[in-house]
């Protein structure tokens, strides 16, 4: 059976942080599908085609990882490309008080789907898509929290 994974988020912005969780957990799945969702509580600052354009641009040659929108449930997307994995970064405590909720629901809802967690490299964990829209949105200079490669002329125009 092939080992899929879900890697879901709004990546509004995709940071370094995001990139490293992908690429460490390339290695211990056939296919991970990098989920861009629609958070209900999030209003987004980088449109949507943007956001899976960067992913792309990120990945490009990773033939194991692929970036989709999904609107709903992530359990839904996971039926959908037949995933049993939801891979998720964890940087503090308070995300994995949040991050082990979530799961355990997911889990009561669709039992065969297990969450795996791999914490942030010690140098990302201060890092999160809301400082950096913040970083941004002032005209700052955010690059050394975003994926090599990018053009940075992009993130000063939503």
């Known amino acids: 059976m092939e080992r899929i994974?879900?890697?879901?988020?709004?990546?509004?912005?995709?940071?370094?942080?995001?990139?490293?969780?992908?690429?460490?957990?390339?290695?211990?799945?056939?296919?991970i599908y990098i989920m861009i969702?629609?958070?209900?509580?999030?209003?987004?600052y980088?449109?949507?085609?943007?956001?899976m354009r960067w992913i792309n641009q990120v990945f490009q040659g990773?033939?194991?990882?692929?970036?989709?929108?999904?609107?709903g449930l992530t359990v839904d997307f996971?039926?959908?490309?037949?995933?049993?994995y939801i891979l998720r970064g964890i940087r503090t405590s308070s995300d994995f008080e949040y991050e082990r909720a979530i799961a355990q629901?997911?889990?009561?809802m669709h039992p065969e789907i297990e969450s795996v967690f791999l914490?942030?490299?010690p140098e990302h964990t201060p890092i999160n898509a809301s400082i950096i829209r913040d970083i941004v949105s002032h005209g700052g200079d955010a690059s050394m929290f975003l994926p090599k490669g990018l053009d940075m002329n992009e993130f000063k125009t939503k």
């Open 37 to 44: 969702g629609n958070n209900a509580n999030k209003q987004s």
């Open 5 to 31: 994974a879900i890697f879901p988020g709004s990546f509004d912005p995709f940071t370094i942080g995001h990139e490293s969780i992908v690429r460490r957990a390339v290695p211990m799945f056939d296919k």
């Open 78 to 84: 996971c039926k959908e490309v037949n995933a049993r």
């Open 46 to 51: 980088f449109p949507v085609e943007k956001r």
């Open 62 to 71: 990773e033939e194991k990882v692929e970036v989709r929108v999904h609107e």
């Open 105 to 108: 629901v997911n889990k009561k």
């Open 119 to 121: 914490l942030t490299l």
